[in-house]
């Protein structure tokens, strides 16, 4: 591996211990394990090999090439496509063992009569998050549909929720509503229901049916942020201290000089940026060094960024933690979503993969 000055930490111990609370909480259910958008930032090939050694069911990812990536690696589970397949994709699809989602009786059409084996799908009802999937009022005569094309052993049926990250929500409870009916007719099948995101997974046990698919939950966090006894991040984000120098009072820092030092001031410049998404809108947060928290100093570029320590010493190479402990003092994920106007989700889906991947079992508390 390159050496390389910026790379996240992924705490390979304490993401088995997420899977397994999740376990704890689901009893005798499957969990289809969403590794789309590189795990979450974690790793698509290394995250899913873990959760395939240890016995988890499926792994979703969005779109064919994800798939593809998996396969390569040697990962043998099931995987669902959660994503809409193109024409061009089916003959991939069918080489690599996929199985794909079904929206629409359209795409059903899409697939070859005469295949050696029927291919494993799962059909998606819309219950109101209005994306991709059949209007639940219509599921059952598109499950009949579906089985009477004779190409096609329909493994499940999912649906996906709008609003689970708040407990109680009642348009929650209207969307397990609306989507029971069908679970019932499927099970009479012999065909498998399932609806929870980490939300659902947290909040809603009605809706955990056969399986779950908890995305951030599994990784980082409960999805609105609250803490959870078995449940804790296992990625931090550092990097080295790249360059320092002193300023005097009244410097203006990085493009267009949004910041200006208030007092003589020490400087020191990070070596990441926007490029490896740690996003522009973070100019107004705050970075580990030797334990302490300091503001980022100015607008965040796409390599680099700086950080005012005021009369602080810090030299280069010291280490830099934007996401994780020091000592006592953390950042966690969702207080810099917060700062930048994000959410958790789209931060880590946003980590580039020009940030190296470090695995291991770190010292989390
Ligand atoms: C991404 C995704 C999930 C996981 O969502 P989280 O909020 O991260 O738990 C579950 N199901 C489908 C279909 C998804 O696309």
Same mark, same amino acid.
Request: charged share 25%; aromatic share 10%.
């Given at each position: 591996?390159?050496?390389?000055?910026?790379?996240?930490?992924?705490?390979?111990? @304490?993401?088995?211990?997420?899977?397994?609370?999740?376990?704890?909480?689901?009893?005798?259910?499957?969990?289809?394990?969403?590794?789309?958008?590189?795990?979450?930032?974690?790793?698509?090939?290394?995250?899913? %090999?873990?959760?395939?050694?240890?016995?988890?069911?499926?792994?979703?990812?969005?779109?064919?090439?994800?798939?593809?990536?998996?396969?390569?690696?040697?990962?043998?589970?099931?995987?669902?496509?959660?994503?809409?397949?193109?024409?061009? @994709?089916?003959?991939?699809?069918?080489?690599?063992?996929?199985?794909?989602?079904?929206a629409?009786?359209?795409?059903?059409?899409?697939?070859?009569?005469?295949?050696?084996?029927?291919?494993?799908?799962? %059909?998606e009802i819309d219950t109101g998050m209005r994306r991709t999937g059949?209007?639940a009022?219509?599921?059952?005569?598109?499950?009949?549909?579906?089985?009477?094309? *004779?190409?096609?052993?329909?493994?499940?049926?999912y649906t996906h929720f709008a609003t689970s990250?708040?407990?109680?929500?009642?348009f929650a409870?209207?969307q397990?509503?609306a989507f029971?009916?069908?679970?019932?007719?499927?099970?009479?099948?012999?065909?498998?229901?399932?609806m929870?995101n980490?939300?659902?997974?947290?909040?809603?046990?009605?809706?955990?049916?056969? +399986?779950?698919?908890?995305?951030?939950?599994?990784?980082?966090?409960?999805?609105? *942020?609250?803490?959870?006894?078995?449940?804790?991040?296992?990625?931090?984000?550092?990097?080295?201290?790249?360059?320092?120098?002193?300023?005097?009072?009244?410097?203006?820092?990085?493009?267009?000089?949004?910041?200006?030092?208030?007092?003589?001031?020490?400087?020191?410049?990070?070596?990441?940026?926007?490029?490896?998404?740690?996003?522009?809108?973070?100019?107004?947060?705050?970075?580990?060094?030797?334990?302490?928290?300091?503001?980022?100093? *100015?607008?965040?570029? +796409?390599? @680099?960024?700086?950080?005012?320590?005021?009369?602080?010493?810090?030299?280069?190479?010291?280490?830099?933690?934007?996401? *994780?402990?020091?000592?006592?003092?953390?950042?966690?994920?969702?207080?810099?979503?917060?700062?930048?106007?994000?959410?958790?989700?789209?931060? %880590?889906?946003?980590?580039?993969?020009?940030?190296?991947?470090?695995?291991?079992?770190?010292?989390?508390?």
């Amino acid at each position: 591996m390159i050496p390389h000055p910026a790379w996240l930490e992924i705490d390979t111990d @304490q993401f088995q211990k997420n899977l397994l609370a999740i376990r704890e909480l689901i009893g005798n259910r499957q969990i289809c394990l969403p590794v789309k958008a590189n795990a979450y930032g974690h790793g698509l090939c290394e995250m899913s %090999l873990i959760a395939e050694k240890i016995g988890i069911e499926y792994l979703g990812v969005s779109c064919l090439k994800e798939a593809h990536h998996l396969r390569n690696s040697g990962i043998k589970i099931p995987i669902i496509i959660f994503g809409a397949i193109h024409e061009d @994709q089916i003959d991939q699809l069918i080489d690599l063992d996929c199985q794909p989602t079904l929206a629409s009786k359209f795409k059903a059409h899409l697939f070859p009569q005469k295949l050696s084996s029927k291919i494993k799908v799962h %059909l998606e009802i819309d219950t109101g998050m209005r994306r991709t999937g059949v209007r639940a009022e219509n599921g059952l005569d598109f499950l009949s549909y579906v089985e009477s094309l *004779g190409r096609f052993k329909i493994e499940s049926i999912y649906t996906h929720f709008a609003t689970s990250d708040t407990p109680d929500h009642p348009f929650a409870f209207e969307q397990i509503k609306a989507f029971y009916p069908l679970t019932m007719e499927a099970k009479k099948r012999g065909i498998k229901s399932h609806m929870a995101n980490s939300g659902g997974t947290l909040y809603y046990p009605d809706s955990y049916f056969d +399986m779950v698919r908890p995305g951030l939950l599994a990784y980082e966090y409960t999805p609105n *942020g609250a803490s959870h006894p078995k449940i804790k991040p296992c990625l931090s984000l550092k990097a080295k201290i790249s360059y320092f120098k002193a300023v005097p009072k009244e410097t203006g820092i990085s493009y267009n000089h949004l910041y200006r030092t208030d007092r003589e001031s020490r400087i020191v410049t990070v070596p990441l940026g926007y490029a490896d998404g740690y996003r522009r809108s973070l100019s107004q947060a705050q970075v580990l060094i030797r334990g302490k928290k300091y503001p980022i100093a *100015g607008n965040i570029c +796409m390599d @680099q960024f700086m950080v005012d320590i005021g009369q602080d010493s810090a030299y280069v190479g010291d280490e830099v933690t934007l996401i *994780g402990k020091q000592n006592e003092a953390e950042i966690t994920l969702v207080e810099l979503a917060k700062k930048g106007h994000s959410i958790p989700h789209e931060m %880590l889906a946003s980590l580039s993969t020009r940030l190296t991947r470090r695995y291991g079992a770190l010292n989390f508390k």
